[in-house]
């Protein structure tokens, strides 16, 4: 049997809606699981449970053969061998870059401890401002020292919290690229708290959408942005199309990505890899009779309607252009279109509305 | 000068502002990081020297480290002479008397420190005492340097307890205060001006020193 860590955790709070979270996570081979769900949603609780810092009240943790929690036995952060990426940081403002990477690693000799934090330092691109304190760095440099920090004992399960939602959006699109390869290269086992789908998509084998209180739906990313479970899942991730596409040519910021044979035109933000996720907001896609015409969108498609589902005031429009795509429009706006299953329309987005997000080397582990 | 009496005087300052660092610490970290519910009745118990009268304290303290008492036979059985009118029992006296001197500035600076970053130093494997030496203290510095300064400031004063549990003995128990109120019962003024002055001179360096650490308010009074 491969090693897993089950989680199956209950948690109440005055006043405020129980949290129940039940998830796996495969740990031999290493995965990544995105736990995905609005603020407030009891995500980083969920976090915080797995790193000893908050007791649950019911349930348990398993890790691999140890027992983390059960009712009985609560291990302490210290006895888990973590790496924990804090939403802020939480870097020691007393010691330099090099203090806080060191900071962990009181089991080794003072030249293996050296040795450790100039690897973990290169590896982070972090040399050269080993003697700065934390205050003195920017943003990107913060957090990357607080990722060496996180990885420097070599944890058996990195904890990350938002660890992205500090950053200025430019960073945080080049950083997000960069975490995806140390994360591939470090093969440890992670959890990964995010908000935001461009890094779900990126970084996670597995997702757990937590809304209400409680893990609604685990898929992949992509199946669980395609194809929510139901009304309730669809709320907390948005209607999103997520195609695996590959990137014909980027010029001044114009890409040409194929998808499932079809040729779409996006903003590319930085150099991207080859391959890729195209992502396509259902709000985004406009549906018409026939040829559009001349319109300043760059992308218009022709499909057949295969789907036509009622979200109270919007309509869902599952389409088949060659690869399925999902358009939201008003109900008026089906009965104006006289929309029905079987007819042909004309979806058209702007190059904009097609978003590119980097994707995993490998395969996603199951 | 009684240079004796000085003498005596920062001996008893310096040892009980060490000994409040040692017990003092324990203490603070207890009443900062502690989530039970009663904690404000330990925290009452510390602050009451700050509002008992010395007369009162060094009553009880008396009665306590006394022959009669438990404390005090055993001190007898294992020294060979009683605490009361001892310099020891006056150095135990005043490690009560100053103790909230040391606590709530102790406490106070542990409670400026982020949870966030104890939390992150529980998580890379370091247990909570190397927390608190490696984390904890380091950020709280200021703190405990004020809260050795004060007690030991605080110490030099001391008058009633002195009075009351160290008696007034020439080189083991007469302090700076009493030598000042003995000058003064003896219509000596200018005797007593020149200890006074001394007293006021040490005091006031003292205290731009705590200022000039801290660079704000009182610190005696932590703000919750």
Known sequence: MAAEMIVDITKSFPGRLMLEARFGLSLDPPAILILFGPSGSGKTTVLRCLAGLERPERGFIRFGAETWFDGQVNATPQARRLGCMFQDYALFPTETVAGNVAYGLAGLTQNERKARVEEVLALLQLQGVEAMRPAQLSGGQQQRVALARAIARRPQLLLLDEPLSALDAP???????????????????????????????????????????????????????????????????????????????????????????????????????????????????????????????????????????????????????????????????????????????????????????????????? | MNWIAIGVTFKLAALTALALVVIGLPIAYWVSFSRWRWKFLVESVVALPLVLPPTVLGFYILVAIGPHSPVGRLYTDLVGHPLPFTFEGLLIASILYSLPFAVQPFAAAFDQVDRRLIEASWTLGVSRIGTFVKLILPMSIAGVVTGFVLSFAHTLGEFGVVLMVGGNIEGVTRTVSIDIYDEVQALNYAGAAKTAVLLLVVSYVILLAVYAINRKVWAVWPQK
């Open chain 1, 171 to 366: 960073t945080r699109a080049r950083v997000r690229g960069e975490l995806r390869h140390l994360l591939k290269q470090l093969a440890i086992p992670s959890v990964v708290v995010t908000h935001d789908w461009g890094e779900a998509l990126a970084l996670g084998d597995q997702m757990a959408v937590i809304g209400d209180g409680t893990v609604l739906q685990v898929g992949t990313p992509q199946e669980v942005f395609n194809r929510p479970k139901d009304a309730d899942v669809a709320r907390v991730v948005g209607i999103e199309t997520a195609l695996e596409g590959q990137v014909r040519e980027s010029i001044e910021g114009l890409a040409t990505v194929e998808v499932a044979g079809v040729t779409l035109h996006a903003l590319a933000e930085d150099e991207i890899g080859p391959d890729v996720f195209v992502c396509i907001r259902a709000e985004d896609v406009v549906l018409a009779h026939g040829a559009a015409g001349t319109t300043s969108a760059r992308n218009q498609l022709q499909g057949r309607v295969v789907d036509i589902s009622s979200m109270g005031a919007l309509v869902k429009v599952g389409l088949d252009c060659g690869f399925p795509l999902f358009a939201v429009v008003t109900r008026s706006a089906v009965e104006d279109l006289r929309l029905s299953r079987g007819m042909p329309v004309t979806a058209s987005m702007k190059a904009g509305a097609v978003h590119l997000v980097p994707r995993r080397d490998a395969t996603p582990i199951a």
